[in-house]
């Protein structure tokens, strides 16, 4: 079974307006973080948000929000006031703390900003 | 430190040649990590070092796959007998453990070795 999954191949959204971006994530790991990249076509990896198993609170980067539903295992990326640099590949990943802290990503999500 | 350095940036081989790619970590990083990420694909996991030991291997490391960290520093990872299968994206990942909420961990990616195997 996949331990992340992105359902969205690509997304489209104008500029200026907000978007969910879908990760879900499977566990057994009582203790676990959750990350989003975005990689643009240049290839480097770009970390934007985290969120720990045991934190209470959604987290908020910035434009960047993670809306953390842990009963229904998801880790949504919303994105407000879309800007034409926002568009690239954006990655989900988990790391298992029980683990020796390895990343596994999901196969992303292309995000295309349109003027 | 400017962040994680990988070196070359792009390299094309022929098939059956072997090929080394670099990665220097952030000095003060002491865990050091390879991933490989084919086109529309996210990153795979290969494998893990702290300081200078090979803590984890992925299956995907077959036994044509290599990887050194000599005294905890830089990393390598060489590939024997190339094929067209391991044409993709290396990517080379830091981060030390750090306190926080929740013991987040930093990772620092670099910006990756490009292989073409043709």
């Known amino acids: 079974a996949q331990k992340i999954t992105q359902t969205q191949p690509g997304m489209f959204v104008q500029e200026k307006e907000a978007v969910t971006l879908d990760c879900t994530y499977d566990?057994?790991?009582?203790?676990?973080?959750l990350f989003w990249y975005k990689q643009p076509s240049s290839g480097e990896m770009i970390f934007l948000i985290y969120?720990?198993?045991?934190?209470?609170q959604n987290a908020t980067e910035g434009r960047y929000s993670l809306n953390f539903q842990k009963a229904r295992k998801s880790a949504n990326l919303v994105i407000s006031a879309s800007q034409l640099g926002d568009s690239a590949m954006y990655f989900c990943?988990?790391?298992?703390?029980?683990?020796?802290?390895?990343?596994?990503f999901g196969k992303g999500t292309m995000l295309l900003v349109s003027p | 430190d400017t962040g994680v350095s990988q070196d070359p940036r792009h390299k094309i081989t022929k098939r059956g040649q072997n090929v080394t790619f670099r990665c220097d970590p952030i000095?003060?990083?002491?865990?050091l990590y390879w991933y490989r990420q084919t086109l529309g694909q996210g990153p795979e996991f290969l494998t893990y070092?702290?300081?200078?030991?090979?803590?984890?291997k992925s299956r995907l490391l077959s036994d044509r796959f290599s990887a050194e960290r000599p005294k905890g520093s830089f990393s390598t990872l060489e590939i024997q007998r190339t094929e067209q299968g391991d044409s993709a994206m290396y990517l080379c990942?830091?981060?030390?453990?750090?306190?926080?909420?929740?013991?987040?961990?930093?990772?620092?990616f670099g910006s990756g070795t490009r292989l073409t195997v043709v």
């Open positions: 566990t057994s790991d009582p203790s676990y973080g």
């Open positions: 990943a988990m790391r298992e703390n029980s683990g020796y802290s390895t990343l596994t």
């Open positions: 000095s003060e990083h002491n865990r």
């Open positions: 990942a830091s981060s030390f453990p750090r306190t926080g909420s929740g013991g987040s961990y930093g990772y620092t």
């Open positions: 969120q720990g198993s045991y934190d209470q």
């Open positions: 070092f702290q300081n200078e030991a090979q803590l984890e």
